[in-house]
Structure formats: structure tokens, C-alpha cells
DNA sequence: TCTTAATGTTACCAGCGGTAATAGTTAGAT
DNA sequence: ATCTAACTATTACCGCTGGTAACATTAAGA
């Protein structure tokens, strides 16, 4: 039998090289569309990268994987950012207030590449991929404090996506718009956060408040890097 | 000086004619759509309305025109139906509920056209015009029942456009999902809107069972009809 | 009589996403 | 030493899509 094709050093001594190559070609892609918009085409892209258009397919199959890739890329930057806002000490609304705040200044650095966040890859995949991402751990934070709280944990998937669609929705008007400072646009968008949280969840018997890490109890929700 | 084009018979019996037609082809591309997704090609729409692409650009300027088009006609009639629910005497919480069973009805129609809703035209006008048409219009519904409790009606448009973001989102997950049912659903989204809604504005004195029309009272939420 | 807008099509074009073909180098496996 | 796997890069090419030009006739208003 032909032997194990991944533990060929032929093929596996590219492995790092092509993975970080193909991060270069994302943040080309990041900086072409921040520059011409979602629209940008394949060749703009490549000449951003210094490449001909063959050399992005060798990483890409296609234009929607390219931008799934910018796409898990938002995403992983908000969730670093947010995640590190919302896993440090303070009360469960501080928390929100604090992640909030943190998204709507992501959101500014990059505003074009983050339409990509919710823009479908074709129409046969209506979730956009990065946006996708986002909602799973929310979907697991708040599952995992519901459970913790003695809630129905079945809420958190769909309460997790009614998030991320406010947040990207509020995001994008803010950012066409300009209509209100950020700090109102912070506010607004935390207050109906907390309060549809918090609502919800007392309704169905659950006090959101437990997971307050003011006096120094150890909350459900734990660094990821714990997991 | 030339005539004034509008009142020029040979131009203004044609009006009422290029409307009608206009909105045959709309419908055939929401039936296109609703066939072949959102991808559906200028020319799948013309075979579907039974003239050549030609025929369709002397309406639509280019095909940004005719998905908006699409966009604008789901928003209307998701306002239609949404509206005579969330209008029709009852309580406030009731309404949002009735509101939002509406709507999930009205999505499970038409799932691929209402993802037009949410599209981009371009790049360069990120948010949908169908979702910022429905955003416009429940801004209204809000800063008006705001200012008749006196509250801050400055929070209408952030909200309004939060609750069509998070509707738009939830649905589309619902809609490609099925993880749960149209009912469970329905209670996840109409609680988690009710209680943002009224916890944010009771946090600002607003007590949205004012809006209530349980015992009678006219309430400012008025028939657009009437405006 | 002239003008305006309608009726419809085929043929055509530029640009885009994506692919085939070309040739040489480096390092690991046999 | 030889073979293999993947790398380096480009130009030329293709099908498809969105969009447009050109053509000819009819009906109604000015």
C-alpha cells in the first residue's frame, strides 16, 4: 500500500510555509476590501498581495472561500476582543456594557471587511460564515451559564444569533449613519442587550446577576483557554 | 421653454401601464428567487417573466435595481401583515408576540426572496434597503410610542434597527436550521424582544404597558391609515 | 404631420471568476 | 543517483454574466 500520505516530509515541510502564506493572502484580502469594498475582485486582491490570480487559487478554491476566510478572521478578531472584555472580573452588565463597547471599536477599524461577516458566501449558505462562528460561542457562553444558573439552555442558541444579528445590524446603521456619538450608540445598543437577556432569563427563573464576579466567586464562564 | 414632460399625454398615459408591469416583473423574480436562491441570473428572471433581458433593463436600472425591488416588496409585505398584528387592541406584550408570529409566517413563504431583505445592493450602500424600509418605519412606531410616554425617542432608531437585525438573523437561522419549532421560536424571539424593549425604556421611566389597549383607551400606535 | 413611448428581438461587448499549460528549483524518499 | 512531491510564477484562454446597441413597427397625443 501506498504509504500515509500525511507523514511524508515532502508534502508535510510545507505545512507552516502554507499556512502562513495563505494568512498574508487574508489580510490582502482585509486591506483590499477596507480599501474598495466587498466588491473588490479577485485580481485587486491579488495584485494587493503582489501575486497573479493562479496563485490565490492554489490557497482558495474559490472567491467565497476567500471571503469566508475574511470573514473567520472578523470574527476572530471580535471574539478575541469581545471575549476578553466579557471574561474580565465585574458585574454580568458590566460585562455587556464592556464587550459592547469593544465590538463598536473593532467594528471601526475595519468597517468594510466587516460586512463580510454577514454577507452569505452564495445563496446557498443564507449564514455567513464568520457570523456563524460568532453565534456558536456565544451559543456556548450563555448555554454554559444557563445550565450553571438552572435555565433552559435551549434559549441560548437562538437568544445567541438574536446578538450577533442586533449587533451587526445596529454596527452597520451606526457606521452609515454616524447619527450618534459611540458612546450613545454603545449605551443604546447594551441597555437592549442586557435588559433582553435579563428579562428573558428571570422570566424562565433565572438571575442573571449570579454570574456577577464581584465578590470574587468563580463564574461559569471561564477562559476559553481553559476549556 | 419645452413643455413640462409630465403633463404631456403621449408620456403620461403610459404611467399607470409601465407601473403594472413593472410589478409583474418584480413578482417574477421572487418567484425566480424563490426557485434558484438569490444567485438567479438576469436572464433565469426574464425566461420566468417571458421577455428578453432587454425588456427588463428599460425598467430596472441594472440588477441592483431589480433585487432591491424584490427587497422592497418583501419589506412591504412583511410591514403589511406585521403591522395589522402588532396594531390590532391588545396588550403591548401580546402585540410584539402576535407581531413577530407574523412574521416568522410570512418568512417561511417566501425564505430565499427574504434574503434580499438583508442583501447588500453593493458594497457601497451596506444596509439592505428592505430591512432599512422596515428599520424606517418601526423607528416611527417606537419614537411615537416613546414620546407619548415621554421618553428618550432618540433610542427609536437604534432600536428599531436591533429588532429588525436580530429578526432578520433569528429567522435565517430558524429557517436553515429547524432545530426548533415555528413555536418555540416564536416564544425565544417575542420574549427576548419584549423584555429589551421594555426593560430598556423602564430604565429611562417608560412603562411600555401604557401602551396597552386592554381597557379601552385610544393608544398612539394609530392605523397608518390614518397618518 | 410630427412626436413620444410603446412593442420585441438578436447580436455584441467588457469584465469577472476560474483554469490549463508552461518551465525550473528544493528537499525528502527510495 | 534517481524519483517524487510541492514549491515558484506567469500568460493565455474560456464560459458566463450584466449590460447595451441597433433594428422596425404601432398607437396615441400635440
Known amino acids: 500500500m501506498a504509504p500515509n500520505v500525511k507523514s511524508d516530509g515532502r508534502t508535510t515541510r510545507w505545512d507552516r510555509h502554507r499556512a502562513e502564506r495563505r494568512e498574508e493572502f487574508v489580510l490582502a484580502a482585509v486591506r483590499t476590501i477596507?480599501?474598495?469594498?466587498?466588491d473588490a475582485s479577485v485580481a485587486d486582491i491579488a495584485a494587493e498581495a503582489g501575486v497573479s490570480k493562479p496563485v490565490l487559487?492554489?490557497?482558495f478554491a474559490d472567491k467565497g472561500e476567500l471571503h469566508a476566510a475574511v470573514g473567520a478572521w472578523a470574527a476572530d478578531l471580535v471574539?478575541?476582543?469581545v471575549l476578553s472584555a466579557v471574561l474580565a472580573p465585574a458585574t454580568a452588565r458590566d460585562r455587556v456594557t464592556a464587550g459592547v463597547a469593544a465590538y463598536l471599536d473593532?467594528?471601526?477599524e475595519h468597517p468594510q471587511a466587516f460586512?463580510?461577516?454577514s454577507r452569505p458566501t452564495s445563496g446557498q449558505d443564507p449564514l455567513g460564515p464568520g457570523k456563524d462562528q460568532i453565534a456558536a460561542k456565544l451559543t456556548r457562553l450563555l448555554g454554559d451559564a444557563l445550565r450553571h444558573l438552572g435555565g433552559d439552555a435551549g434559549a441560548a442558541e437562538p437568544w445567541a444569533h438574536a446578538v450577533v444579528g442586533l449587533g451587526t445590524s445596529v454596527g452597520q446603521w451606526w457606521l452609515e449613519r454616524h447619527t450618534?456619538?459611540?458612546a450613545a450608540a454603545a449605551r443604546y445598543l447594551s441597555d437592549f442587550i442586557w435588559h433582553a437577556l435579563s428579562g428573558a432569563a428571570a422570566e424562565s427563573g433565572v438571575d442573571l446577576s449570579g454570574?456577577?464576579?464581584g465578590d470574587g466567586d468563580v463564574t461559569p464562564i471561564r477562559s476559553?483557554?481553559?476549556?
Not at 34 to 38: C, F, I, M, N, V
Not at 224 to 227: G, I, P, Q, S, V
Request: hydrophobic residues 40%; aromatic residues 8%.
Open 57 to 59: 487559487y492554489r490557497y
Open 79 to 81: 471574539l478575541a476582543r
Open 180 to 182: 450618534v456619538s459611540r
Open 106 to 108: 473593532t467594528l471601526a
Open 115 to 117: 460586512l463580510l461577516l
Open 34 to 38: 477596507d480599501t474598495l469594498g466587498p
Open 211 to 213: 454570574l456577577d464576579a
Open 224 to 227: 476559553e483557554k481553559h476549556r
